[in-house]
C-alpha cells in the first residue's frame, strides 16, 4: 500500500514557466513533509520542507504548499530553468514512528526545456 | 560539517553470491541510518533504518539484512543475490528528531548493484 503517492511520473515545462508537482498522501498521521530532487546516479538532495502546522513554506524559487483536507502538497518552481531538470521525491513522515521512518513516493521526472 | 560515505559505488555479483555494502558517518554522533533501495524506473523503496547501535527496523521482507556494528557504520548484506536484488542502493543519516518536529534525512552517493 503506497502512503505517499505522485501520480505523475513525469512533466514538461518551459524555462520560465512554473512547474508544479503534486504529491498525496493517505496516512492522516504524516504531519511533517519534504522535497527531494535527484539526479541519475546521484544520491537525493533535500530541497524544502513543511510541517503541518503551516501551510506554505517558500525557499527562493521554491515554494510548498499543504492542504491538509486533502492530504494534498505541491511544490511550485518558478522560474523553472534547465538546471531543475531531475526526478523530485515527496516523502513524509509521522510523529507515530517519532519521525524517524521516512517514506518516498515514486518519483516525478521534470523536464525543463530551454 | 557532517559527510557521508557508501561503498563500492559500482559492483557486479552473480547470483548466489554475497553483498557487503557499508556506509559511514562523519562529524555527528548517534545519527539515525537509513537504506533505500531504487529498483530501475521505481521510487525510493525504504530497506532498512536504525536508532542505536544493535537496533535494526527492518520495512520488507527481503533477501538482506542490515547491520550496525558501531555508532557510524550501517553495513547492507545478502548472504545470496537474487536477480531482483538489482538497483541502486542509497545510505543516508539524519539527526534523531525531537518529537515536535520532523526529520530530515541526508543521502549518501549511492550503490549500483548490478546482479548477473
Known amino acids: 500500500d503506497q502512503q505517499v503517492k505522485q501520480n505523475s511520473p513525469s512533466l514538461s515545462v518551459q524555462e520560465g514557466r512554473i512547474s508544479i508537482l503534486n504529491c498525496d498522501y493517505t496516512?492522516?498521521?504524516?504531519?511533517?513533509f519534504l522535497w527531494y530532487k535527484k539526479y541519475p546516479a546521484e544520491g537525493p538532495t533535500f530541497l524544502i520542507s513543511?510541517?503541518?502546522?503551516?501551510d506554505k513554506n517558500e525557499d527562493g524559487r521554491f515554494t510548498v504548499f499543504l492542504n491538509k483536507s486533502a492530504k494534498h502538497l505541491s511544490l511550485h518552481i518558478v522560474p523553472s530553468q534547465p538546471g531543475d531538470s531531475a526526478v523530485y521525491f515527496c516523502?513524509?513522515?509521522?510523529?507515530?514512528?517519532?519521525?524517524?521512518?521516512?517514506?518516498f513516493g515514486p518519483g516525478t521526472s521534470l523536464s525543463v526545456i530551454p | 560539517s557532517q559527510t557521508i560515505h557508501q561503498w563500492p559505488a559500482t559492483l557486479v555479483q552473480p547470483v548466489g553470491s554475497p553483498l557487503s555494502l557499508e556506509c559511514t558517518v562523519e562529524?555527528?554522533?548517534?545519527?539515525?541510518l537509513y537504506w533505500y533501495r531504487q529498483a530501475a524506473g521505481r521510487g525510493l523503496q525504504l530497506l532498512f533504518y536504525?536508532?542505536?547501535?544493535?537496533?535494526i527496523s527492518s520495512e520488507v521482507p527481503q533477501n538482506l539484512s542490515a547491520s550496525r556494528p558501531q555508532d557510524r557504520q550501517f553495513i547492507l548484506s545478502s548472504k545470496k543475490l537474487l536477480l531482483s536484488d538489482s538497483g541502486f542502493y542509497l545510505c543516508?543519516?539524519?539527526?534523531?528528531?525531537?518529537?515536535?518536529?520532523?526529520?530530515?534525512?541526508?543521502f549518501g552517493e549511492g550503490s549500483w548493484l548490478t546482479v548477473v
Open positions: 496516512n492522516s498521521m504524516f504531519d511533517y
Open positions: 516523502a513524509a513522515s509521522s510523529p507515530i514512528t517519532s519521525y524517524d521512518k521516512v517514506i
Open positions: 562529524g555527528t554522533s548517534n545519527p539515525n
Open positions: 543516508a543519516w539524519s539527526v534523531p528528531p525531537p518529537l515536535s518536529s520532523g526529520n530530515t534525512i541526508y
Open positions: 513543511i510541517s503541518s502546522i503551516k
Open positions: 536504525s536508532v542505536g547501535i544493535g537496533q
